[in-house]
C-alpha cells in the first residue's frame, strides 16, 4: 500500500521555492545569532574571549573528529544490529537482542569509564590466561593499551550502536511486507531483496531519527572528556582550572556546541528535503 | 537439477495433497491439482476459501505443512531446490502492485533482471521498453510509482514479472484494487498473454476474462477444492450447491 499513499503535492513551483527559503532562512538565522555572540564577544573585549577561543580550537576539531569517526561505526553497527533483530536465526536474533537490552540499559558515561580503567585489566587477565598455550597471543593482549582516542571511539560505539539498531530496525519493519515479497517472487535472495528493495526504503524512513542521533551524539561526546581525550569540554575545563574564569570559559564552551548542533540540524533537514524530493522528481 | 528431462512433460505445476494451517485456521486441505503447460487456470471461491494461500505456495511465499509442490519437474519441498531460481522462472502479480516506490518504472523492470538474470544495463533497459510498449504504456518509462494510476502500476507490475522471461505467471486478484475504469486495461494484458499461450494461475472474481481466457476453472471453498470444470459447464451447470451460491451471488 505504501505506493499509494502520499498524493503529490503539487504547488506552484515559485511560491514552492519562496516557502522554503523562507523556513530555511529563519532557522539559519539561529545560527548566525550564534556565532555572532562569539564574534561580538571575542571583538568586543579579546581579553579573554580571543584567548578561550584560541585556546578551545583543538578541542572543536577533536570533538568533530570524534563525533563524525564514531558515527561512521554507529551506521555499520546498526544496520547489522537492525538486521539481526529482524533475523529468523533465533541465535543471531537473541545475540542482537542481548546487545540492545543490556547496552541501553548502562548509561553511557559509565561503559566509557568501564572501558577506559576496566577494559585493560580484563585484557591482562586473559594475556596470562594465555600465555602458557600461546604466548604470542598472550603477550599482545597484556601489551595492548587502547588510545583515548580508540576508547573514546569504541565507548561511544557500543552504546549509540545500540540505539541505532533500534532505529534501523524500525525502519525496515515500516516497509510494507509486500515489498520483500515482491522482491522474493522475482528471484532475488534476501540478502539482494535488502539491498535493492528495503534498505533504500527504509534511509529514507530513518532519516529523521538519524539525524537526531547524530546531534545528541555531538553533545553526549563531551563525556569523553574523562578519558583524557581534549575534546572542546576537557579543553574548557583546562583552561578554566589554569585561569579560573569560570563564566567566561564555559560561555565560550555553551556557544560554541550550540552554533555546531544547530549547524548539523540545519544540515540534515536540508538532506531530508532533498532526499523526499529525490523520491518525488 | 533434472530440469531439462522433465521440463518437457505436460504438467507444469503439479500440487499433491497441499495442507497449510496458520495457527487454527486451515487454509488449505489436502489439495491436490495440476495445470498443464500453456493452461490458464482461474482460481475462485469466497474469501478465507485458500484460493490466495494456494497461489503463494507455488511460488513458495508460504511454505506447505505437508504435501508436495512440483514446478516445471522442480519439487519445492526438497529441500535441495534452489528456490529462488525456481521463483526467477515463476513471475507473480500482486493485489496490491507492490511495484518498488524508490525506483521508476524502467528502473522496477530492470532491477531483478540484472541482479538475479545478470543482464547488461543495456539489454535490461531494451526488454524493458519492449514489454512497457507490449502493456500500452511506453511513454510511463521514466515515471515513478506514485505518478501512476493503479491500472497502470498494475501493468508496470506485469511487465516487471514478465522481464524475468518466466514460464508460469501467478495473477493474486490482480484487479481487485482497482477503480472500475481501470480494470479493462489490465485484463487485456493478461488476454493477451493468455493467446501468447502462457501458462498462468489467476485468482480473480473476473468472471468476464474466466469465459474468454480459462481453459478450467477451479472452485474453492474452505481449504478444499469443491469443483473443477470447464467455464461452459460452470456458468450453465455447476455440480454442486455450494458452487450454484457462490455463482448466485457474484454473478448479478
Given at each position: 500500500?505504501?505506493?499509494?499513499?502520499?498524493?503529490?503535492?503539487?504547488?506552484?513551483?515559485?511560491?514552492?521555492?519562496?516557502?522554503?527559503?523562507?523556513?530555511?532562512?529563519?532557522?539559519?538565522?539561529?545560527?548566525?545569532?550564534?556565532?555572532?555572540?562569539?564574534?561580538?564577544?571575542?571583538?568586543?573585549?579579546?581579553?579573554?574571549?580571543?584567548?578561550?577561543?584560541?585556546?578551545?580550537?583543538?578541542?572543536?576539531?577533536?570533538?568533530?573528529?570524534?563525533?563524525?569517526?564514531?558515527?561512521?561505526?554507529?551506521?555499520?553497527?546498526?544496520?547489522?544490529?537492525?538486521?539481526?533483530?529482524?533475523?529468523?536465526?533465533?541465535?543471531?536474533?537473541?545475540?542482537?537482542?542481548?546487545?540492545?537490552?543490556?547496552?541501553?540499559?548502562?548509561?553511557?558515561?559509565?561503559?566509557?569509564?568501564?572501558?577506559?580503567?576496566?577494559?585493560?585489566?580484563?585484557?591482562?587477565?586473559?594475556?596470562?590466561?594465555?600465555?602458557?598455550?600461546?604466548?604470542?597471543?598472550?603477550?599482545?593482549?597484556?601489551?595492548?593499551?587502547?588510545q583515548p582516542f580508540s576508547a573514546a571511539v569504541l565507548g561511544i560505539t557500543i552504546c549509540y550502536g545500540a540505539y541505532m539498531s533500534?532505529?534501523?530496525?524500525?525502519?525496515?519493519?515500516?516497509?510494507?511486507?509486500?515489498?520483500?515479497?515482491?522482491?522474493?517472487?522475482?528471484?532475488?535472495?534476501?540478502?539482494?531483496?535488502?539491498?535493492?528493495?528495503?534498505?533504500?526504503?527504509?534511509?529514507?524512513?530513518?532519516?529523521?531519527?538519524?539525524?537526531?542521533?547524530?546531534?545528541?551524539?555531538?553533545?553526549?561526546?563531551?563525556?569523553?572528556?574523562?578519558?583524557?581525550?581534549?575534546?572542546?569540554?576537557?579543553?574548557?575545563?583546562?583552561?578554566?582550572s589554569r585561569t579560573f574564569l569560570s563564566f567566561e570559559t564555559w560561555t565560550m564552551v555553551a556557544l560554541i556546541y550550540l552554533v555546531?548542533?544547530?549547524?548539523?540540524?540545519?544540515?540534515?533537514?536540508?538532506?531530508?528535503?532533498?532526499?523526499?524530493?529525490?523520491?518525488?522528481? | 537439477?533434472?530440469?531439462?528431462?522433465?521440463?518437457?512433460?505436460?504438467?507444469?505445476?503439479?500440487?499433491?495433497?497441499?495442507?497449510?494451517s496458520f495457527g487454527r485456521v486451515r487454509a488449505l486441505i489436502d489439495v491436490t491439482m495440476h495445470v498443464n503447460r500453456g493452461e490458464?487456470?482461474?482460481?475462485?471461491?469466497?474469501?478465507?476459501?485458500?484460493?490466495?494461500?494456494?497461489?503463494?505456495?507455488?511460488?513458495?511465499?508460504?511454505?506447505?505443512?505437508?504435501?508436495?509442490?512440483?514446478?516445471?519437474?522442480?519439487?519445492?519441498?526438497?529441500?535441495?531446490?534452489?528456490?529462488?531460481?525456481?521463483?526467477?522462472?515463476?513471475?507473480?502479480?500482486?493485489?496490491?502492485?507492490?511495484?518498488?516506490?524508490?525506483?521508476?518504472?524502467?528502473?522496477?523492470?530492470?532491477?531483478?533482471?540484472?541482479?538475479?538474470?545478470?543482464?547488461?544495463?543495456?539489454?535490461?533497459?531494451?526488454?524493458?521498453?519492449?514489454?512497457?510498449?507490449?502493456?500500452?504504456?511506453?511513454?510511463?518509462?521514466?515515471?515513478?510509482?506514485?505518478?501512476?494510476?493503479?491500472?497502470?502500476?498494475?501493468?508496470?507490475?506485469?511487465?516487471?514479472?514478465?522481464?524475468?522471461?518466466?514460464?508460469?505467471?501467478?495473477?493474486?486478484?490482480?484487479?481487485?484494487?482497482?477503480?472500475?475504469?481501470?480494470?479493462?486495461?489490465?485484463?487485456?494484458?493478461?488476454?493477451?498473454?493468455?493467446?501468447?499461450?502462457?501458462?498462468?494461475?489467476?485468482?480473480?472474481?473476473?468472471?468476464?476474462?474466466?469465459?474468454?481466457?480459462?481453459?478450467?476453472?477451479?472452485?474453492?471453498?474452505?481449504?478444499?477444492?469443491?469443483?473443477?470444470?470447464?467455464?461452459?459447464?460452470?456458468?450453465?451447470?455447476?455440480?454442486?450447491?455450494?458452487?450454484?451460491?457462490?455463482?448466485?451471488?457474484?454473478?448479478?
Open positions: 500500500m505504501t505506493e499509494q499513499v502520499q498524493p503529490l503535492e503539487e504547488a506552484p513551483p515559485q511560491s514552492r521555492l519562496l516557502g522554503r527559503l523562507a523556513s530555511v532562512d529563519r532557522w539559519w538565522l539561529l545560527v548566525l545569532a550564534a556565532v555572532g555572540l562569539i564574534f561580538l564577544l571575542v571583538k568586543a573585549s579579546p581579553h579573554p574571549y580571543e584567548e578561550i577561543f584560541n585556546f578551545l580550537t583543538d578541542g572543536i576539531v577533536m570533538t568533530l573528529q570524534i563525533t563524525l569517526t564514531s558515527f561512521i561505526f554507529i551506521l555499520i553497527v546498526g544496520m547489522f544490529g537492525g538486521l539481526g533483530r529482524l533475523s529468523r536465526s533465533w541465535l543471531i536474533k537473541g545475540i542482537a537482542s542481548l546487545y540492545v537490552e543490556v547496552i541501553r540499559g548502562i548509561p553511557l558515561l559509565v561503559q566509557l569509564l568501564f572501558i577506559w580503567f576496566a577494559m585493560p585489566q580484563i585484557f591482562e587477565k586473559i594475556g596470562y590466561l594465555l600465555m602458557p598455550y600461546w604466548p604470542n597471543a598472550g603477550q599482545w593482549f597484556i601489551d595492548l593499551k587502547l533500534e532505529i534501523f530496525r524500525a525502519g525496515i519493519q515500516s516497509i510494507h511486507h509486500g515489498q520483500m515479497e515482491a522482491a522474493r517472487s522475482l528471484g532475488m535472495t534476501y540478502v539482494q531483496a535488502m539491498r535493492y528493495v528495503i534498505l533504500p526504503q527504509a534511509v529514507r524512513v530513518i532519516l529523521p531519527p538519524v539525524g537526531n542521533e547524530f546531534v545528541t551524539l555531538l553533545k553526549d561526546s563531551s563525556l569523553v572528556s574523562v578519558l583524557a581525550v581534549a575534546d572542546l569540554t576537557r579543553r574548557g575545563r583546562e583552561y578554566m555546531l548542533t544547530l549547524t548539523f540540524t540545519r544540515l540534515t533537514s536540508a538532506l531530508e528535503r532533498r532526499m523526499s524530493l529525490g523520491q518525488r522528481r | 537439477m533434472e530440469k531439462e528431462g522433465k521440463g518437457s512433460s505436460q504438467k507444469m505445476i503439479e500440487i499433491i495433497g497441499a495442507c497449510k490458464v487456470v482461474v482460481i475462485i471461491g469466497p474469501s478465507g476459501s485458500g484460493k490466495s494461500t494456494l497461489l503463494r505456495c507455488i511460488n513458495h511465499l508460504e511454505v506447505l505443512d505437508s504435501g508436495t509442490i512440483i514446478v516445471d519437474g522442480i519439487p519445492l519441498t526438497d529441500e535441495k531446490t534452489n528456490i529462488n531460481a525456481v521463483r526467477a522462472e515463476v513471475g507473480m502479480v500482486f493485489q496490491q502492485f507492490n511495484l518498488f516506490p524508490h525506483l521508476t518504472a524502467l528502473e522496477n523492470i530492470t532491477l531483478a533482471q540484472r541482479v538475479v538474470r545478470k543482464r547488461s544495463k543495456e539489454e535490461a533497459e531494451h526488454i524493458a521498453y519492449e514489454l512497457l510498449k507490449k502493456v500500452g504504456i511506453p511513454e510511463k518509462a521514466h515515471a515513478y510509482p506514485m505518478q501512476l494510476s493503479g491500472g497502470q502500476q498494475q501493468r508496470v507490475a506485469i511487465a516487471r514479472a514478465l522481464a524475468m522471461q518466466p514460464k508460469i505467471m501467478l495473477f493474486d486478484e490482480p484487479t481487485s484494487a482497482l477503480d472500475p475504469e481501470m480494470i479493462k486495461e489490465v485484463l487485456d494484458v493478461m488476454l493477451d498473454l493468455a493467446r501468447e499461450g502462457m501458462t498462468m494461475v489467476v485468482v480473480s472474481h473476473e468472471m468476464g476474462f474466466a469465459r474468454a481466457a480459462a481453459d478450467r476453472i477451479i472452485f474453492m471453498d474452505a481449504g478444499r477444492i469443491i469443483e473443477e470444470t470447464t467455464p461452459e459447464e460452470l456458468f450453465t451447470a455447476p455440480k454442486h450447491e455450494r458452487t450454484r451460491q457462490f455463482l448466485s451471488k457474484i454473478l448479478h
